[in-house]
């Protein structure tokens, strides 16, 4: 400004003018080399960032071809899977199917095995003997815990178990030994889920035979408590000893058998069969009809004895043979009785019988003929006699006083008559009493002498049994009146079943063991080939 002083005002305009002109210019350019800057690294961010994508979508690219191998390769792998799947699929399917022709092929051969058994059992007479391991109850437990506690205990305290329907598997562990495995084998052995039906099932074909021509026998055998009335009668309700009928699937053998006797008789021309009931007890080595009337007609145990006639068969004289219709009749005189059965509760089972039992059932058949398989062949001849002589033709023959000519109305019926036969077949169901251990059931005074009775006549059982197998000369029949009674039986006059029964608890142990071996032993006996029965009188002879 001091050189402004002294000077005109236009040089000082022109001065001023100047002066903008330079800052303009001097603006101008650092615009321009400012503006040069930013677009020189415009261009460097531009750049890097294209190698940026271009980088990125290379990755990408590579990593999508690697992600596309790979789903490649896993949708191979899955394919290769499935495939394989599929050949599993078809060799599962083989298998299966080759293991159902197997199992078809193993039970037909099963079968075939069973019969064949039947049939050598029936050659050799051989008893058959059956096993039954029941259910673990309560009262096995003495200790008296609950029964889900009990369960829990008890389960691992079974000792006795069914290995398959053949096999009886035995744990025997004694403290300080390792446990031994014993297996039993018999005809069947039912585990103790096998119901009343499947057991009945069983014995059923035994009672065809009856009607065949066969004498019958199903004997129970074993400890207290191990379900031998069960098994024979069905569960007996508290107060009431005898069997109740209420509920039929529990039934046992005595009820259904006698139903299926009936039943098969109803199938026989009417009037041909008839059937007479005797309830036996033996207690304390005595025999005691149950089924004997007193003068008022009221029901009492009479003893009675058992004799050998001179054929050697046995027969108890005055015995009461109640004839029956059917087999409510009968189901109520085996009632009667058993309430007479003397029962002593021991600590084993309140409910334990302290007798042996012996149902017996006669069934009279009329047989046309010689053959008893060729019953009433002729349908006519059948027809014709149902009509003219069923109804007096059981009063007949029961008699057996008047001669048919005096009763026949035609040549052709006398004819007939004469041909007639009478067979007796006999069916006998008997619950044994058990036999235990003395210091087990905590008997003593009078109930200790029915054990050591009870126990004599089952090893007196076992003793004829053992000389039967060892085919003695003398069989010690006599020996006690329990083997006396059933002596036609045991001696090979029949088919005779053993139904062992078995108590699962390992405090049981001892007993079952024994039991066991009695099965196993009477398995083994071979009576000879069991015969038909054949006539015993002849109508018109008699
Ligand atoms: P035993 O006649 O051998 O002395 P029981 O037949 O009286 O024995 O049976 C003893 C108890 O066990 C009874 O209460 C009976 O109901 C029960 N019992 C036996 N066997 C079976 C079974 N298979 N299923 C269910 N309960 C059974
Ligand atoms: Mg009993």
Redesign the pocket.
Known sequence: YQGLAGRSTNEILQLYAAHDQLMKLQRSSVVTQLHGAIKKRLKQDLKSLHSFALELSKDFQRQSKTCLYQVLAAVQGIQLQNEAMQMFQIKAFDLEQSLQEVTERYEKEKQKRKALHNSLIELRGNIRVHC????L?P?DDAAGLSVSQDRQRSFSEKAAYAADDETVLVKCSRPGHASVNKTFQFERV?N?L???DVVFADVAPLLTSLLDGYNVCIM?Y???????????????SEGNLAFSIDEESELGIIPRATQEVFRLISEKPPGSCWVEVSVVEVYNNEIFDLLAKDSCGKVFGVKRDVITTREGRSNVPLLTHETVENASEILHLVNKGLQLRVTHPTL??A???RSHLVVTLTITTVVFGDNFGTLWENEQTSQRLNKEASCTLRQKMKESKSTSSSRASSPEQLEATEKMKQVKTRLQLV?L??SECVGMSGVSGAALRETSFINRSLSALADVLGAIAEQRAHIPYRNSKLTHLLQDSLGGDAKLLVML?I?PGQKHLTESMQSLGFGTRARQVQRGQVKKKISQCRVKES
């Open positions: 039954r391991i029941r259910p109850l009262f039912y103790d096998e119901s009343q129970a074993g400890q207290t408590g191990s379900g031998k009335t069960y098994t024979m009668l069905g569960p007996q084993v089972h409910h334990s019988s619950d009493a058990g029964c108590s």
